[in-house]
DNA sequence: TCAGGGTCTGACCGATCGGTCAGGCATGCT
DNA sequence: AGCATGCCTGACCGATCGGTCAGACCCTGA
């Protein structure tokens, strides 16, 4: 009641990244976000054509990000791929922790909404750059706990400035992700491959 | 039609397992269910008193083995408790990993549900084993990482056989983890702390 | 033959969801 | 003064949700 100035817009992104981040996508009604703002849900919809509209538009500079980082990635080989993939996805679960933690638990749901479609293609060529495009089973495990591990939690650890939260991920990406380098010979399944890891 | 045996109650159970692994939990319906088995609604209500029963039945050997962790766990010092949970753990995701698949994404949203209250607790007793009980954001981000991400993605990797699988995890734990050791020296934040690792 | 219990069902309930729509109310231009 | 436009609203829609309930259909044991 009272607006000054036509800021609802805003308002209404902002409350909604804020009650996604509690209760996540599906589990945030219209009503809620129109509740906190103190509008009526019919204002959410006059502002945004629907729910999903609102997500992307929220969404907007994280998927941009991302596929810049997709682009700098494509036809890269394995080795130089891996690490460009692993310190670029480093630095965007850093920049963007906290809009990446209301996505907490909806990746599946939100990966088949049309307006991330292609981003599920995108996930998985980050994948297998994390993997060094290694076919090796100890590689695409470690790539895609990793990543995410990363995407599930970095959104976690509020007491660490992004200095500290850089400097503890870029670490264990070093440690966990297998080097692409030669191809171990198949034939032998349960070799212990050492350590020498050190992207 | 024509149900020989009674076995509609294990064949809810079955069905709804096989739901929750696709649409997720609050992703799919009671109607869902009872459709894919081939009863109405009210049998699947019949059988079980309401669907977050018909979950926590469908968890009880899963939420029973990580009980049992998490005893053996307590009471162990750093070195100790993090090898134990480690390959404990390591141990349930490979058995349990179709069960576990089918909790994608939902782990915030069931962690909340009263039958899921001290897994809660348990989770953060279990993080803390991983980190060796150490309070160093190196460790602690390590722990939280590679345990959410073997939690989220340990069902994905159909490919692979139980110890193939076993056997990538256990090497990803070794090399991600940072021994509890001694605590590193406070004051220098940016200290290259190398690799050795091996639980 | 009949009673009773286990199994299953359709019809129904209140609540909530995302979304539509006609209209109210300011403001500013002509 | 009259009119258009932007912003906002309450009332309403059909769909779906989890859950209830009275009764129908068997099978079995007395």
Same sequence: chains 1, 2.
Avoid: W
């Amino acid at each position: 009641m009272a607006r000054a100035v036509p800021e609802t817009h805003a308002e209404i992104l902002a409350a909604a990244g804020r009650r996604f981040a509690v209760t996540g996508y599906k589990g945030t009604s219209l009503q809620d976000i129109a509740r906190e703002v103190g509008v009526s849900k019919a204002t959410v919809l006059y502002h945004f054509a629907n729910k999903e509209a609102l997500l992307s538009e929220l969404m907007a500079p994280e998927l941009a990000a991302v596929v810049e980082l997709d682009e700098r990635i494509a036809g890269l080989g394995g080795d130089r791929a891996q690490r460009v993939a692993a310190e670029g996805f480093v630095d965007l679960a850093v920049r963007f922790r906290r809009q990446i933690a209301l996505l907490r638990g909806e990746f599946p749901v939100l990966l088949q909404q049309p307006a991330f479609a292609h981003v599920q293609q995108i996930s998985e060529r980050l994948v297998a750059a994390f993997a060094g495009h290694s076919p090796h089973p100890a590689a695409r495990v470690a790539a895609l706990v990793v990543l995410a591990g990363i995407a599930e939690t970095c959104g976690e650890f509020d007491d660490l400035d992004d200095d500290e939260l850089r400097e503890a991920l870029l670490g264990l990406v070093r440690r966990a992700l297998v080097p692409p380098a030669d191809p171990p010979p198949p034939g032998s399944s349960s070799t212990q491959d050492g350590s020498t890891t050190t992207v």
